[in-house]
């Protein structure tokens, strides 16, 4: 293991030697001998610290992240193809031109013989003959179409990168340090958290491995270490700190990045960020970046949600995660309130979906699922976590918040089903337009015009006032009202009636269920002028 060392020199010392070194340049000023500036230079040596490097632990990791090129079998493209060039080199027509004529001398540049009897084709795309990403390809032939990174965590050969980087590719293979290329094998992927592990057979060859961080020892400004392939270059370290934790940038319910401020660019996909100690606090997956370029900011999946999945993946090629089987969604301080909740936290069911295990435990719409196995649940991300990193089949303890008090629920995970969403049942059912609009002004106040639905069910939205709290909150014309406070409506003057009972119970918004053909969800709106 790697000794961890210390960081920049402390202010008190960088003050000290600055005060020491003003005193030397006050000295030189007033002629006294050099001698005396000879011994505080000499102090000012003494007192200072060495500047931190990142060559030990470069040194040690290094050997362990490989370059991870994908290889995928390009075909013809058809010549009917507008948006660019292609042409048929099967030797027809090109025999009989002469050796300076400008076609052929055109394709020689371009590194492809006319007269070749292979029968290759060549895109040029509208980037020019060499600008697309369909290059020379022979029909069913493996090319390069994609680079990435990727590490070593065992000594016989298993590697871990990201499953964007691999997804599209039939053929593998990982450059080493040493420009060693050996075939990989996909062993399993794992879209939802972007994770991948390839497996070399290094005949008996034991390889540089490193080891995962602890998670609880990450903090937000500790240094850290970049290694990987930037824009195929080959291995490139950079260093910065850890920026942020707890990300969610939006690619998925486990969403939990680390954020970090080393260069992190195109190709480092997949590879590995280190703490001073040489062990893996996170797996580089995505940047922010108006340019494409590194701009300070990229995104890892942590240490603690990369080293379950892959292990799940070394173990049995997939992930097999609980299930709940209901649509959430956070809970806003408007919704909190609207409900009684004393502050904006837990996860709100939509919907569940039917037969699903939340359905059988007897989850309804407008629960608020508050706590799972004792635990408080933040956010609906939070509950997707969880609920995900436990095994089918386990039995949990739920808290769930209806009509304005507690109440516990015991549920029997299932098996998150391949194609399935995460957390949510999709919802294909279409808004209801009404046949006419509707006279009713009951509801003007929130800025919704509203009539009846085709089905009988709900209330059709036919306008929306774009002033108003409503459609503040995303509320559109051509969705449809459900239910308020978890009472189902079918008419305006229901709608009144929940409204005028919330205000009894000194309830300041009222929780609207809108179903969009997008499915469903929850809105809080202001319920004041309400009468």
């Known amino acids: 293991m790697l000794k961890n060392f210390n960081g920049r020199p402390s202010l008190a010392t960088v003050l000290k030697a600055s005060t020491v070194a003003g005193i030397a340049a006050a000295v030189l000023a007033t002629g006294v001998p050099l001698e005396i500036t000879r011994s505080y230079a000499e102090a000012v040596k003494v ?66 013989d006319p007269n070749d009897q292979q029968g290759h084709q060549r895109r040029f795309g509208q980037n020019g003959p060499n600008g697309g990403q369909n290059g020379p390809g022979g029909k069913g032939r493996l090319r390069p179409v994609a680079q990435g990174s990727g590490f070593f965590i065992s000594e016989d050969g298993y590697i871990v990168t990201n499953n964007h980087v691999v997804s599209d590719g039939q053929a593998f293979v990982a450059v080493m340090k040493d420009g060693t290329e050996l075939d990989a094998k996909l062993i399993g992927k794992d879209p939802r958290t972007d994770l991948a592990v390839l497996k070399v057979d290094g005949k008996g060859k034991k390889f540089t491995y490193v080891n995962w961080a602890d998670d609880n020892n990450v903090r937000v400004g500790d240094w850290v270490v970049a290694v990987g392939n930037p824009f195929g270059l080959g291995g490139t370290v950079t260093a910065g700190i850890v920026s942020a934790r707890g990300r969610d940038i939006g690619s998925g319910p486990y969403d939990d990045y680390l954020q970090v401020d080393a260069a992190v660019n195109r ?14 606090v996170g797996i580089n997956t995505a940047i922010f970046s108006p340019s494409g370029g590194s701009v300070g900011i990229a995104f890892a999946i942590p240490a603690s949600t990369a080293k379950d999945v892959v292990a799940d993946l070394m173990k049995d090629g997939q992930v097999s995660r609980g299930w709940l089987g209901v649509q959430i969604q956070p809970v806003t301080k408007d919704i909190a309130e609207s409900i009684g909740l004393s502050e904006p936290s837990g996860a709100l069911v939509v919907a569940p979906q039917a037969g699903s295990p939340g359905d059988k435990a007897g989850m309804k ?19 997707s976590r969880r609920i995900g990193a436990m095994q089918p089949g386990s039995k949990v303890e ?16 299932g098996t998150l089903p391949v194609d399935q969403k995460d957390a949510s049942a999709d919802d294909n059912s279409q808004p209801q337009q009404p046949e006419a609009p509707a006279s009713e002004k009951a509801l003007a106040d929130l800025g919704l015009t509203v009539g009846p639905s085709d089905d009988g069910k709900g209330l059709a939205i036919t306008a929306i006032d774009p002033d108003s709290d409503a459609a503040d909150k995303g509320i559109k014309e051509g969705e449809k009202i459900t239910s308020v406070n978890n009472q189902e409506v079918s008419s305006p003057d229901e709608v009144v009636k929940v409204l005028n009972q919330a205000k009894k119970d000194g309830r300041t918004r009222a929780l609207f269920q809108i179903q969009s053909s997008e499915g469903s969800r929850f809105v809080a709106l202001p319920i004041n002028g309400q009468g």
Do not use: M
């Open 267 to 280: 190709g480092n996909s997949g590879g590995p960020t280190f703490n001073l100690s040489g062990e893996v």
């Open 398 to 413: 739920l808290s769930v918040w209806r009509a304005g008090k507690a109440q516990p629920l015991t549920v029997e995970l």
């Open 47 to 112: 007192q200072a610290p060495a500047v931190p490097s990142f060559a030990n632990v470069v040194d040690a990791v290094s050997p362990a992240v490989v370059s991870v090129r994908v290889e995928n079998r390009v075909n013809p493209v058809s010549d009917n193809n507008n948006d660019g060039f292609s042409f048929d080199f099967n030797g027809r027509g090109f025999d009989d031109l002469p050796d300076d004529h400008p076609l052929k001398r055109f394709f020689k540049q371009f590194g492809q």
């Open 365 to 383: 719409a407008g629960d608020v699922v508050t706590a799972l196995n004792g635990e408080t649940i933040k956010d609906a991300r939070d509950l």
